[in-house]
């Protein structure tokens, strides 16, 4: 079975400072990986997605991700982090067939002036 | 933009009591999912629907149960609402069956059952 695995439950920050959040997955197949961004009181968004190609994907908000097939990897960067980043981050992947996207449990995110 | 809507953003409910939460897309999608959300267990998914009238379960069913008469329209419902069901509830739709895409999200409602 599919699963995510975001292993910090929490990170903190200061603002300025670059930012990684790790996340790896469990898929037998060739996965279609995304990264979500929840701010408080607010339903998810995408920040970025890979399929296929480039195993470094850009996405909105000056996030990155890069894509490592022998690590099960999907690890979330952005080189400064603003304060308006606090929130909770979620990686996720859809399984085969795409009727279903699994979800990890996601990292609150804190920004330290 | 696509829109996913949710009927409420807060609600609160008593024990035992039938509870519906509503769901609106305008994108004309034919997924639509209702997850929901505990703080360290990310989003748990509740049942999904492919097609109108159409419904599958997903990974905690029990208590639930939905509803998809309408392309559009997806409703989850709790027969007999307890307290270990307070929780924030999302819905999401997403692109036609075997197109792998994005998920887009409602706001979510936070129920709370007393």
């Known amino acids: 079975a599919q699963s995510v695995t975001q292993p910090d439950i929490h990170i903190t920050v200061s603002e300025g400072a670059s930012l990684e959040l790790r996340c790896n997955y469990s898929?037998?197949?060739?996965?279609?990986l995304f990264w979500y961004v929840q701010s408080p009181g607010q339903g998810l968004q995408l920040l970025l997605k890979?399929?296929?190609?480039?195993?470094l994907v850009q996405g909105i908000k000056g996030f990155e991700a890069e894509f490592k097939r022998s690590q099960s990897s999907f690890n979330l960067r952005k080189p400064s982090v603003h304060w308006s980043d606090a929130a909770e981050y979620f990686c996720?992947?859809?399984?085969?067939?795409?009727?279903?996207?699994?979800f990890g449990a996601g990292t609150r995110l804190f920004v330290k002036a | 933009d696509v829109k996913v809507t949710q009927s409420s953003r807060y609600l609160v409910k008593r024990t035992g009591e039938k509870v519906f939460l509503e769901c609106v897309q305008d994108?004309?999608?034919?997924?639509m999912f209702w997850y929901r959300q505990d703080p360290g267990l990310g989003l748990r998914l509740i049942y999904f629907?492919?097609?109108?009238?159409?419904?599958e379960k997903g990974d905690i069913p029990e208590g639930y149960s939905v509803s998809r008469e309408k392309k559009e329209r997806f409703s989850l419902i709790l027969e007999s609402a307890s307290t270990n069901q307070t929780s924030m509830y999302l819905c999401?739709?997403?692109?036609?069956?075997?197109?792998?895409?994005?998920?887009?999200f409602g706001q979510g409602t936070r129920l709370t059952v007393v």
């Open positions: 999401a739709s997403s692109y036609p069956t075997g197109a792998v895409d994005e998920a887009f």
């Open positions: 898929y037998g197949a060739t996965p279609y």
């Open positions: 890979y399929f296929s190609g480039d195993t």
């Open positions: 996720a992947v859809v399984n085969t067939g795409g009727f279903k996207t699994i």
């Open positions: 994108m004309d999608h034919e997924n």
């Open positions: 629907s492919y097609d109108v009238k159409m419904k």
